[in-house]
């Protein structure tokens, strides 16, 4: 596999030259993200407070730490289903209210 030229990484070969690829790749993302935000905010981001699967990615958060420049809190991993549920909720007009939403978030 080649890497694209414009990385200046090497090919990663082993599979932890891969993870790293790919953990290196999201906090770049993220960086980019989080500068495309920063220019929509009265001030810039502080910390970033990642959620879901990936929260559990100890290297993930560290490199997106290192990318961002920012403090990277791991969230519950099940924030990403339970958001995805509130959210179906919602649109089946299951849920009616913000403050309905809050309440369940309470449980």
Do not use: H, W
Request: hydrophobic share 40%.
């Amino acid at each position: 596999m080649k890497s694209i030229p414009t990385t200046f990484y090497p090919s990663p070969s082993t599979r932890g030259e891969y993870v790293r690829c790919v953990c290196r790749s999201l906090a770049e993302r993220y960086r980019k993200a989080v500068e495309q935000v920063n220019t929509l905010l009265p001030r810039p981001l502080e910390a970033l407070q990642i959620i879901g699967g990936g929260s559990n990615n100890r290297l993930l958060n560290a490199m997106t730490a290192e990318a961002t420049g920012l403090k990277v809190f791991a969230g519950p991993a099940e924030a990403t289903a339970i958001g995805n549920i509130l959210l179906q909720a919602i649109t089946a007009r299951q849920i009616n209210s913000k403050e309905q939403v809050t309440d369940i978030r309470q449980l």
